[in-house]
């Protein structure tokens, strides 16, 4: 009798632990304007269709679409604004969509040689439920992180909400090969300083 009750009292203990675990989880999400992602640590690819579904530009856009196992989304607008020399604009919006659609939207940069996917503009009418967030990080490589809770776009019902990293600007490989150029040649002289002779 002792041996059942310890057993019954271990798998109670088991069972508080992996509900404990279970109502911890958060699902996280985490996306560029160039397609690339991942849903919980695995890579998630985004693409562009030739419509946009939400009806917010005429033309192509960039959507993620969000496994098919995954809880349905808040439906909403994700605002990210930039500070450009003291002004504040609106550089991208991230719309939560139907069925497990996250479409980016960035603004068009005047004279870019390689524009990214997400670079459709902006939608000319944002959907009322919104969020609004300030990117962090230099220009070139910045965005902002963003926990949805209960009724905020991209909120998949989850009691502890949804975690997002959402990455407005992509370092370009020429910026990336120069700076990894130059910090090799500060690499070389340095160590040729310390070896030359006296």
Known sequence: MKQLIKSCRILTVVSA???TTALAQINTFACDENGHGTFNGVALVGGLVAV?????????????????AAPTL????????????GNTNLSDV??????????FYSDREAGAADP??????????????????LET???????????A?????GWDGGPNGTQYRIISDVPEPGTLLLAS??????????WRRQTKPY
């Not at 530009?57 to 959507?63: A, D, K, M, Y």
């Open 74 to 85: 808040t439906i909403g607008d994700v605002l990210l604004s930039a500070t450009v020399a």
């Open 116 to 133: 990214a996917l997400a670079d459709s503009g902006l939608p000319a009418l944002l959907l009322s439920n919104q969020a609004q967030l």
């Open 137 to 147: 990080g230099q220009e070139g490589n910045n965005g902002a992180s963003y926990l």
């Open 94 to 103: 991230v719309r939560f969509w139907e069925n497990h659609q996250v479409i």
């Open 181 to 190: 150029l130059g910090g090799g040649m500060l690499l070389v002289l340095k």
């Open 149 to 153: 809770l209960l009724g905020q776009p």
């Open 17 to 19: 632990l992996a509900a």
């Open 52 to 68: 946009d579904p939400s009806g917010g530009v005429t033309g192509s856009v960039l959507i993620y679409t969000l496994p098919a």
